[in-house]
């Protein structure tokens, strides 16, 4: 894992995003795949990447996209569901046409279809050659998609229960905690590691005991994030507030040095 130390949030977004784009180089594909992460840590990272469409460095107009999440039980076309935060930040800004944008289903009438629709997601990521570049933030409690603390390394799409601490983070998205949904359907730890490149973004004190925890403790379904460690090829973007609790501070930023 290559772990990146920036001054600010501005330089994580700048440095982020260009992991992404040689990611996509690298697949080299004409229809690359990219995953896209939701919440406020990406928002720097999307709009680093349409200044770069902007300038013509690169073209994600070929590009599809897949969300690591959704909730249940919003109505469609709600503002606050991650289709519609998607379409307004990823998919205008970066020239990715909406029918190339899939997103969980979490409109289900009961759990038989709401795990139908996960399965369903799982082919629909199959059938387009998997995710080549997986952008992912990480919640304070260590989660990465909706995958909370307790979630199964090994699993796949499906319904999950949102944990209380994580409802009141997102509260601030609505007019009020009893408006926050319950339950998501979310990408599994699985389904993220399989991705070819993982590029993670932490910016602020409140993501640096969720990030030491993540690259640097155990591997355990306690801290979700920690699969990371597992992957051979992700990177994690962080400004100096985020990475203040890395015992390896020093050997991360000599690597990085490079030769």
Not at 52 to 63: E, I, K, M, Y
Not at 211 to 230: I, K, M, N
Request: charged share 25%.
């Amino acid at each position: 894992m290559e772990v990146l130390v920036l001054p600010t949030s501005a330089d994580v977004a700048r440095r982020a995003a260009e992991v992404v784009i040689d990611g996509l180089r690298a697949a080299r594909r004409d229809e690359p795949v990219l995953g896209l992460a939701t919440g406020s840590s990406p928002l720097g990272l999307y709009a680093e990447l349409a200044r770069a469409v902007a300038s013509g460095r690169v073209d994600l107009r070929g590009a599809c996209g897949f969300a690591l999440d959704e909730y249940v039980g919003l109505p469609a076309g709600h503002p606050q569901s991650y289709r519609e935060v998607l379409l307004r930040e990823v998919c205008g800004p970066l020239g990715l046409s909406p029918g190339r944008l899939h997103v969980p289903d979490g409109s289900g009438h009961d759990e038989d279809e709401l795990v139908a629709g996960a399965a369903e997601y799982e082919r629909l990521i199959r059938e387009a050659g998997g995710v080549d570049v997986q952008i992912l933030g990480i919640g304070a409690n260590g989660h990465i998609g909706f995958n909370e603390p307790g979630s199964a390394l090994s699993s796949r799409t499906r319904v999950k229960r949102l944990s209380d601490r994580t409802r009141h983070d997102n509260a601030r998205f609505f007019d009020g905690i009893d408006d926050v949904p319950t339950h998501c359907v979310t990408q599994g730890l699985r389904t993220v590691l399989d991705a070819g490149r993982l590029v993670l973004v932490a910016s602020g004190p409140g993501k640096a005991e969720a990030v030491a925890a993540a690259l640097e403790g155990p591997l355990s379904a306690s801290c979700p994030a920690s699969v990371l460690q597992w992957h051979a090829d992700a990177t994690a973007v962080l400004d100096e507030a985020a990475a203040s609790m890395l015992r390896n501070r020093d050997y991360y930023d000599a690597s990085a040095a490079g030769l």
